[in-house]
């Protein structure tokens, strides 16, 4: 059998837009890449179960920022633009669609805001409503707000962000217009730069990985009113570690046994085990064979982990042991271009 991989990309270098490749997992190999879409700074992909619905971060040709759709119909080879929603000045950073809803949510890192669009089934575009972040904090990246992540909570009940540039997180709540409220703000060590987080799959816990200081923070989750409490907060790299880091993506498997986080600078994934009350302990520290991990992800099965490198513009393909959490090295030379959104259709 094999399984589409979408790659979201830079288009500073050789990228041309978004691509996908094959997982062979007979074979255990990655083949064919293909580009499927031309677009300018595709930097990040949401869809549909299939992908048939497409949609990506992307610049205009006079060089404004928002985002597209596309689409492709059963049995055709190409996808087709189906919608544009484009404003003055850089695009989104993260774009995540609810597919019950028909919206679309992005985070805007230059301009420190979340926003809401509508959206169809043939993925039209209209925008709703934005909420810009204040505020900043200690580090150097960290003069003005940077929201960085903007999705559903797992339960559908709120909207969470993650700020890098003022040390918080933040809970939003949807109204029947689908209107922004900021429900609760979570403030977290200064310096952390929150960059993404993933929920653990009992609901009760959720990951939140600080980019800029290489730590994961564990908080306990009430899906009641949406409120996280800290736990634990562990390191991504090892002590000995003194050269510039920047954590990247982070993933949960779905027995909840172990979390996985991509370190740019140590060029390594980081394996947690998980704990009964949702603590990390440290499994080891798997070189990506590559240089700056974007980003990474398990595919549905589970059995492989693909990692997506931006600057050495290569794939890294590892088996992984779903009893230890540890992973095995399959393939480390694998062409891609400018990869920094990694993406396995359902």
């Known amino acids: 059998m094999t399984q589409k991989i979408m790659l ?45 619905l497409l949609f990506s ?19 055709a080879e190409t996808y087709t633009e189906v919608d544009s929603a484009f404003e003055e000045g850089a695009p989104p950073c993260y774009i995540a669609y609810d597919q019950s809803r028909n919206l679309v949510y992005t985070a805007n890192y230059h301009k420190g805001e979340v926003a809401v669009y509508q959206t169809s089934e043939k993925g039209d575009l209209s925008f709703v409503d934005k909420h810009t972040h204040t505020g900043k904090s200690v580090h150097d990246n960290q003069q003005s707000p940077h929201a960085h992540y903007f999705d559903l909570t797992p339960d559908g009940q709120f909207l969470i962000a ?17 209107k922004l409220a900021v429900s609760d703000v979570i403030s977290v060590s200064p310096g952390t730069g929150p960059r993404h987080v993933v929920f653990h799959p009992n609901n009760r816990f959720a990951y939140v990985f600080g980019e800029l200081s290489s730590d994961v923070i564990v908080f306990s989750y009430n899906s009641q009113n949406g409120t996280l409490s800290p736990i634990q907060t562990i390191s991504t ?57 974007r ?27 779903k009893k230890d959490g540890k992973l095995t090295l399959l393939q480390k030379d694998i062409f891609a271009p400018e990869v920094i959104c990694v993406k396995f259709p359902s």
């Open 237 to 293: 790299i090892p002590k000995e570690h003194e050269s510039f880091n920047g954590g990247a993506a982070i993933r949960v498997s779905s027995d909840g046994k172990f979390v996985y986080a991509s370190n740019r600078g140590h060029d390594s994934i980081v394996i947690y085990e998980v704990a009964e009350d949702g603590t990390l302990s440290l499994v080891n520290y798997t070189p990506t064979e590559g240089e700056t991990p």
């Open 57 to 75: 971060i992307a610049k205009s040709a006079d060089g404004k920022g928002g985002i597209k759709s596309f689409s492709r119909q059963a049995g």
């Open 295 to 321: 980003d990474f992800n398990l595919d549905p099965t589970e059995r492989f982990v693909v990692v997506g490198h931006q600057d050495s513009d290569n794939l890294t393909l590892f088996e992984r042991n």
């Open 162 to 178: 993650c700020d890098l540039g003022t040390d918080e997180v933040i809970m939003y709540t949807l109204d029947e217009e689908h």
């Open 8 to 52: 979201g990309t830079y288009t500073k270098r050789t990228s041309k837009g978004i691509y996908s490749i094959e997982l062979d997992e007979q074979k255990k190999q990655l083949t064919d890449l293909k580009e499927e879409v031309n677009v300018e700074s595709p930097t990040y992909l949401a869809g549909n179960e299939d992908y048939s």
